[in-house]
């Protein structure tokens, strides 16, 4: 099994201590946390993106460059990029030149996006969020591909025989899709042989196992070998201590925190305790073997081989924020590397024997 560390760049009051961080401070947490990340051993590190509050991660390649340059060995994931939104030629400049600057360290996990309000600054609607995300992908896919592609999209004027450059480091670059809710993603990540990644954060574990169930049954009926299928799942929170005692106790604050923030945003909370939380949500709070367990739990259901936590402290202090990191790498992640299998193909870069190019500074 791997591990990635992931960030949807957050700003917004600490849920503790009600303290925001400037956006230079924030965009430093990241990069530190990326870097931690890489020495504490986790295979990846990922960037959302989204375009609305309280979010500041509008522009992943922009950070996952600088990341690039920041770290040597981690594989660098987008979390989710929203192709829905994007015009996918620049989006492909983008990501094959951040490709080559990372040393072939780049995957993608593409999505259609969540928020009305970033939907509504790129004029996108739901009735054609799904096709335009479907539509942005096929172009995406042929432009790493092919050196010269024509296509006639309903969404952005057609190409002929286009040449896009630079052409990209790995051959091609590996693309996951990102699923909450949707069964249109979960199709369109078998129609082309795709590896999944269930969000796996909101709901319990259920919903998500129904389109991980969906996956596979399409991922057959489109006639690809059931043996290469690779999966990965979210987790909705991450503290880690001795003992479960420990946990609850440093955790409850965090939760209590984000309970209030949706009670200001007039949601009705899906795990209305800490308890309940911890039972029934993917959340990993709680001693190491108490989340070894878990993580055993949600891969008899799911199958996955790939799991993400965040990478943010989320009311933590500092302190307990890297003790727990500390503590999951070496005694969660290390006996669930051998204990679960990796994705079908291992794990690295397709382009593993070309020199990493980012300096660690």
């Given at each position: 099994m791997r591990f990635l560390a992931i960030t949807l760049i957050v700003h917004r009051p600490d849920p503790v201590t009600g303290q925001q961080k400037a956006t230079y401070d924030r965009f430093q947490e990241v990069v530190t946390n990326a870097v931690l990340a890489e020495e504490l051993?986790?295979?990846?590190?990922?960037?959302g993106e989204r375009h609305e509050r309280p979010f500041i991660s509008s522009s992943p390649t922009v950070v996952l460059s600088h990341l690039a340059a920041r770290t040597q060995r981690i594989r660098l994931f987008t979390a989710v990029t929203t192709l829905a939104l994007l015009d996918p030629v620049r989006a492909y400049e983008d990501y094959a030149t951040l490709d080559h600057l990372s040393g072939g360290r780049l995957e993608l996990i593409i999505g259609k996006g969540n928020g009305s309000a970033q939907r509504d600054l790129f004029r996108v609607t739901p009735e054609d969020q799904w096709d335009r995300n479907a539509?942005?992908?096929?172009?995406?896919?042929k432009l790493w591909r092919q050196e010269r592609v024509t296509a006639s999209p309903r969404f952005r004027p057609e190409l002929v025989e286009a040449e896009v450059w630079?052409?990209?480091l790995q051959q091609p670059v590996r693309v996951w899709h990102g699923s909450a809710t949707s069964k249109e993603s979960v199709d369109l990540a078998a129609r082309y042989g795709d590896p999944l990644f269930s969000a796996n954060v909101t709901n319990p574990i259920e919903p998500y196992g129904e389109l991980v169930d969906h996956?596979?049954?399409?991922?057959v009926a489109y006639g690809h070998d059931p043996a290469d299928i690779a999966i990965g799942a979210g987790t909705a929170g991450l503290y880690v201590a001795r003992t479960s005692q420990e946990a609850y106790a440093a955790y409850r604050p965090v939760f209590e925190?984000?309970?209030a923030f949706q009670?200001?945003?007039?949601?009705?909370?899906?795990f209305p305790t800490l308890e309940d939380f911890v039972e029934r949500s993917s959340a990993l709070v709680g001693s190491p073997q108490q989340v070894i367990?878990?993580?055993?739990r949600y891969h008899e259901r799911f199958g996955h081989q790939v799991v993400h936590v965040q990478a943010d402290a989320s009311g933590l202090t500092e302190q307990?924020?890297?003790?727990?990191?500390?503590?999951f790498a070496t005694e969660v992640a290390a006996p669930l590397r051998t204990a679960l299998p990796d994705p079908p193909w291992g794990w690295g870069s397709p382009a593993k024997s070309i020199p990493t190019i980012g300096a660690h500074r």
């Open positions: 051993g986790f295979d990846g590190f990922g960037v539509e942005s992908y096929e172009i995406f896919r630079p052409r990209p996956y596979r049954e399409r991922w925190g984000q309970l009670a200001g945003l007039g949601l009705e909370p899906v367990e878990k993580i055993h307990q924020h890297r003790d727990s990191l500390e503590l």
